[in-house]
């Protein structure tokens, strides 16, 4: 582990021993469910030891956090699931450079807590913080500021990789350059990595200068995208249901860290909790249309302008924990594209046809515009342009056929599926939209699998 200039922090955390234990363990999608062992880790050492006490897991391995990919890259059916949330120590911080070194296990969640109360953020954070530092590195995730910040890996300066023939790796940009490159967004393929380093941001305040634009159709979206190009943070909710008029009407929503200092204190637990699972027609187009017309509308005036805390800005979901149990116990899946610029509105205007006319409703619709800011990940989802992410719940006869449909489209416009989300992509479709898989498969450790890898790599 490199030097750092403070004294490591205080952490307490239970042993446990790594014992194998049949436990279900399904993705946040909820879809597929397969059968595996769960073996827990607690301490840096454990993944060779493990492999050499259940005698080299001749059925595979894969390490997995909080299990927030939507499908099975973080399953692997009949194999070894390494739980690494056990590794969750923070283990040091130097404020004059705001990098932060953390064992893999860690959430986003807990080094906001330790962060905020002294003025420090997350460089880049999706959609809700319950997702580990290894996982963020495996899959190389964004957020609203791509155009801006690029990608998590861009911001990640080393992390310890350990192979499973026990080999441990420094590795960084200028040492073991390749391991580096391939495990960032290598989908936890190339090894487990056991402490990262994440170069944190300064900020003033919780709250967040937030901007909420209306706008009907693709070419408004455009407009705006090139409008405030030189905010931090952009993104839009898109109606998908509404055809006509209405079409791809949506809200541009923006937001900077506010420069007025405020009060930094940690934000509580969230207390709501889903209670069960939903019944299966609760999600229907007539009512997701219906909750679209209301969202769209809530918003009296074409543009509003408030300060408004960081929570509800970058983790409005995370109010409600186990909000996943509302698309009923058949799950959901998540269709994610990224689309280059030169068929990015053309594309995205035939997929969000094809979503309406298909009465397959989602009311989780996200667009956004990805920037140019490389990622040092060698199988990084994010490329210039447009991505589009919807949530849709599992219909028998419906749901397969129409992301079979919207990933031939996705495909046919240049355009790739992000596997983090992804529970349904056909080797054909991986292959082709990275064609560097195969340079990445060199660096693979042989144990290491997932269902996802078995599935579009063959």
């Known amino acids: 582990m490199p030097s750092l200039q403070e004294a490591p922090l205080a952490y307490h955390h239970p042993a446990t021993e790594n014992t194998k234990v049949q436990v279900p363990f399904e993705p946040w999608g909820r879809y597929p469910l397969y059968p595996a062992t769960i073996v827990p880790l607690s301490w840096q050492q454990d993944f060779p030891a493990v492999v050499d006490a259940h005698n080299g897991m001749p059925s595979g391995a894969l390490a997995v956090g909080m299990g927030r990919s939507y499908g099975d890259c973080c399953l692997l059916r009949d194999g070894h699931l390494l739980v690494t949330t056990g590794m969750d120590r923070l283990l040091s911080f130097d404020p004059a450079t705001g990098l932060l070194t953390c064992e893999a296990g860690a959430t986003l969640d807990q080094i906001l807590r330790f962060?905020?109360?002294?003025?420090?953020?997350?460089?880049?954070?999706?959609?809700?913080?319950?997702?580990?530092?290894?996982?963020?590195?495996?899959?190389?995730?964004?957020?609203?500021?791509?155009?801006?910040?690029?990608t998590f890996g861009s911001h990640v300066p080393q992390f310890e990789l350990v192979r499973s023939d026990g080999t441990r790796m420094l590795c960084s940009r200028t040492e073991n350059s390749e391991f580096y490159a391939a495990t960032i967004g290598g989908l936890g393929l190339t090894g487990v990595i056991t402490w990262a380093q994440v170069k944190l941001r300064k900020i003033a305040s919780r709250l967040i200068d937030y901007q909420g634009v209306q706008f009907h159709g693709i070419e408004e979206f455009l407009a705006l995208t090139e409008q405030f190009k030189s905010v931090e943070y952009t993104v839009s909710w898109v109606d998908c249901t509404s055809t006509g008029k209405n079409f791809a009407r949506g809200v541009f929503m923006l937001g900077e860290h506010s420069t007025m200092p405020d009060e930094l204190t940690e934000s509580p637990e969230p207390k709501l909790v889903f209670p069960f699972n939903a019944p299966g027609f609760a999600l229907n187009s007539f009512s997701v249309s219906a909750f679209n017309a209301v969202f769209f509308h809530k918003q009296i005036k074409r543009r509003v302008r408030a300060l408004q805390d960081y929570e509800p800005f970058f983790y409005p979901l995370d109010i409600m924990l186990k909000w996943n149990r509302l698309y009923g116990k058949r799950g959901l899946l998540q269709?994610?594209?990224?689309?280059?610029?030169?068929?990015?509105?053309?594309?995205?205007?035939?997929?969000?046809?094809?979503?309406?006319?298909?009465?397959?409703?989602?009311?989780?619709?996200?667009?956004?515009?990805?920037?140019?800011?490389?990622?040092?990940?060698?199988?990084?989802?994010?490329?210039?342009g447009i991505t589009l992410a919807l949530d849709f719940p599992i219909k028998p006869g419906v749901s397969f056929e129409l992301f079979d449909r919207l990933a031939d489209m996705t495909i046919d416009y240049g355009g790739k599926l992000y596997p983090a989300k992804d529970a349904r992509m056909s080797a054909a479709h991986f292959q082709a939209a990275y064609p560097q898989w195969r340079d990445f498969a060199r660096y693979k450790d042989p144990l290491l699998t997932s269902s996802f890898w078995e599935r579009v790599a063959t």
């Open 115 to 150: 962060a905020v109360p002294r003025g420090f953020f997350l460089p880049v954070t999706p959609g809700t913080k319950y997702v580990t530092i290894g996982g963020a590195i495996a899959n190389d995730i964004h957020g609203k500021n791509h155009h801006i910040a690029g």
């Open 335 to 384: 269709f994610q594209y990224a689309l280059p610029w030169e068929s990015a509105k053309e594309g995205t205007t035939a997929i969000l046809h094809a979503v309406a006319d298909s009465g397959l409703a989602s009311f989780l619709a996200v667009l956004k515009a990805f920037g140019d800011v490389p990622s040092p990940g060698m199988m990084s989802f994010p490329q210039p």
